[in-house]
């Protein structure tokens, strides 16, 4: 993934004819929403973070149900 240019997009739009206000404020707006995109290995790794997590919560929570089961069928045997 390149890095965007808001300069490079700026000049382009000025070369076209835009006004150079509308250019910056254009060329602004785009380098904002840019700078919010993530890269697909990025996402991965949140991902795989994400879902480590849940299995260690799940296991935990199993674990939990398990070891109640356990008390319960002592208690009422």
């Known amino acids: 993934m390149t890095a965007y240019n808001p300069i490079a997009t700026l000049q382009k739009l000025e070369s076209v004819g835009m006004d150079r206000k509308h250019a910056e404020a254009l060329a602004d707006e785009l380098h904002h929403a840019t700078t919010e995109l993530v890269t697909k290995d990025e996402l991965q790794k949140a991902l795989d973070a994400q879902a ?25 045997a």
């Open 52 to 76: 480590n997590t849940l299995t260690l919560r799940i296991g935990g929570m199993v674990a939990a149900m398990l070891a109640l089961a356990v008390t319960l069928s002592k208690v009422f």
